[in-house]
């Protein structure tokens, strides 16, 4: 299977990266397309296809990654849509707000013919593998199709089909990648503060966030049946739990995921 990422920011990039270090795809079998040189000459020393050319980089993928700006995807899919093959190409949208209904008037053709179309929501942890992907079928693609692009995902990382009406909710979340390193930099700066170098702080901070995602993962809890099981009555567990809370720390997240519109 053939790739072609249109786009090769800080997304399409990532995700062009992530693909060729899972082994999912040969190096020969991605191509990138991006308007500057420099930078198609970066992907070209990692040993896939690098071009200027959008309708180029289309033409020879089974799968075609429009990674722009979501106010590029007109513009990008309207310059790539001659020369798409609908009967053997399937196209996957990464472009976060923009909708599956705008997508498909996009991508139709005179008599209403399509692709299979998609759209992920993935996050920069896909470039090493430990992305959070959310793929939303469009047109009601075939099973195969969903299952091939789910399993493509799970290459990367974890992934979740949704359903159309979550695609806002999910677009705001796929932010919580930056939410979680601003609490790791808070962390990191408490212990500063009690006498650790930076260094070392960081080192004892993403061990003690990597021990609590592995405790959940392997127990299947909630995290608050976590937390209780460590709070020793009057101790410093829970005396620093409620002064986070007394800081608003709870409802600053959930506004952080919820009401930054």
């Given amino acids: ?57 289309a033409m020879g993928a089974d799968v075609v990654v429009v990674a722009v700006k979501p106010w590029l995807v007109g513009e990008v899919v309207a310059e790539i849509k001659p020369v798409l093959d609908y009967s053997r190409q399937t196209i996957l949208s990464v472009a976060a707000g923009v909708s599956g209904a705008d997508l498909t008037a996009m991508l139709e053709r005179d008599g209403g013919s399509l692709p299979p179309v998609f759209i992920a929501i993935p996050n920069i942890a896909i470039a090493i593998g430990c992305s959070m992907t959310y793929v939303l079928p469009v047109n009601t693609p075939g099973e195969g199709d969903t299952r091939r ?27 919580s990648i930056a939410y979680a390193m601003r609490y790791i930099g808070a962390s990191v700066a408490g212990f500063v503060q009690l006498g650790f170098k930076a260094a070392a702080a960081r080192d004892v901070v993403l061990q003690t966030v990597k021990g609590a995602v592995a405790i959940l993962q392997a127990n299947g809890t909630l ?39």
Avoid: W
């Fill in 1 to 57: 299977m053939k790739i072609a990422f249109i786009g090769a920011g800080a997304m399409g990039g990532a995700m062009a990266e992530g693909f060729v270090k899972s082994g999912l795809f040969a190096p020969a079998d991605v191509t990138v397309s991006a308007p500057h040189k420099s930078t198609t000459d970066r992907f070209a020393a990692l040993g896939v296809n690098a071009t200027c050319d959008n309708r180029e980089a």
């Fill in 149 to 175: 692009m789910a399993d493509m995902f799970n290459a990367v990382g974890e992934t979740m089909i949704i359903e159309e009406r979550l695609l806002p909710a999910v677009v705001q979340s796929s932010c």
């Fill in 223 to 261: 995290p608050e049946a976590e937390i209780y099981k460590v709070t020793t009555p009057g101790g410093y567990t829970i005396r620093g739990l409620n002064e986070m809370e007394r800081a608003g720390f709870t409802n600053a997240v959930i506004r952080g995921l919820v009401d930054n519109k």
